[in-house]
């Protein structure tokens, strides 16, 4: 789908937008790096600064346990008001959040590390811009997602042996969060549990001489065996991203030297996504309770890359530090810009319209 240029001066590519006057709701976002709306907050709720990226609208009495509001109080985290994100996948997710480490609290939504976290592009990527910026309600974020992330590494061996495959990174929920703690409360209603896995898996199977179409089959079995371990512990609300065209990345492109790799993964990724959106309308069909929304993250890169020019994008192959990117400083070429990553949250946040995310 096209973005507009109306959208084009929400997100501030190329043109300069208009801030917007009217007072931000309550935990809306209203100042930090990059933030080009109102810095002025509903009755009943200051503008807090929490770090460089992040002002967020916080009640009276409200605020994080470790940090003190502009009126001096150090208030407790009104938990049971919020609604709990439970998000899974790899180096295009994640922040490198510690489960064990500071926990997402009011006025501190990501939880560790500062926001935006541990990114690759260093700025503020997608699930950050949801939480903080395209958030309709107080959202806490646990992103258990790891950079390298494969759906389990005896399908698809990382590239490292300590990267946290989507099998450990949801036992890492059950052994913790699913638990629900007192500073988690969640409940089926008030959660959302994201994916957004296979670029690394699929990568992976490219290399490989088996079947691959079949090879995919064997990923989403392993894929959604894990999803129900998350529904058997009372999750309902599920938000599924597909895989994107990374073989038109500037690092896939370096690779591909004969130029014959990019129709054949093409083909895979194609397949990956079209059985992934047949496992969630079985989902929500054959589970009670049970509601989902694909965000088709494919259909989003590709008008991109066809017309980067449009959107405001220097062009589809350079990579690096620059607002007119749409791949990111990483030194590979693989990843979305953090500029590219608010494209991303709008079309997410479309996804999730009329829902409290």
């Not at 999750?235 to 991203?241: D, G, I, Q, V």
């Amino acid at each position: 789908m096209k973005m507009s240029l109306s959208l084009l001066m929400v997100f501030g590519l190329g043109v300069v937008p208009t801030v917007i006057a009217q007072a931000q709701p309550v935990w809306g976002q209203c100042g930090g790096i990059g933030w080009v709306g109102s810095t002025a907050c509903t009755s009943g709720t200051t503008c807090t600064t929490l770090n460089a990226y992040f002002s967020q609208c916080i009640p009276s009495g409200t605020g994080p346990t470790s940090s003190t509001t502009s009126s001096g109080s150090t208030p407790t985290s009104p938990t049971a008001s919020a609604n709990f994100w439970f998000s899974f996948g790899d180096s295009y997710t994640a922040t490198a959040f510690n489960p064990s480490g500071k926990p997402p609290q009011v006025g501190n939504p990501m939880g560790n590390p500062t926001y935006p976290g541990g990114t690759v592009d260093g700025g503020p990527n997608w699930i950050d811009y949801m939480t903080v910026e395209r958030n309709n309600s107080l959202v806490l974020t646990w992103n258990y997602a790891y950079g390298g992330a494969t759906i389990d590494a005896t399908l698809a061996p990382p590239y490292s042996p300590t990267v946290l495959s989507l099998t450990d990174q949801i036992n890492q929920f059950l052994n913790g969060t699913a638990k629900k703690p007192t500073g988690a409360p969640w409940t089926s209603q008030n959660s959302l549990v994201s994916f957004w896995i296979g670029i690394n898996d699929l990568s992976w199977s490219w290399w490989q001489q088996e079947d691959r179409l079949a090879y995919n089959d064997k990923l989403l079995d392993a894929y959604f065996a894990l999803v129900m371990k998350t529904y058997n512990v009372g999750a309902r609300n599920f938000l599924f991203n597909t895989v994107p065209p990374f073989e038109r990345s500037p690092y896939f492109i370096g690779i591909d030297t004969n130029h014959q790799g990019a129709p054949i993964l093409n083909g895979v990724i194609v397949d990956y996504n079209s059985k992934l959106k047949t496992r969630v309308r079985n989902l929500s069909t054959n589970l009670t309770g049970v509601k989902t929304w694909i965000w088709d993250s494919n259909s989003t890169f590709t008008p991109i890359l066809n017309d980067p020019k449009a959107y405001g994008f220097r062009d589809a192959t350079t990579y690096g530090a620059g607002t007119d990117l749409f791949w990111g400083n990483d030194n590979q070429g693989l990843h979305p810009s953090s500029t590219a990553h608010k494209f991303l949250a709008q079309d997410v946040a479309n996804v999730l319209a009329g829902t409290v995310w």
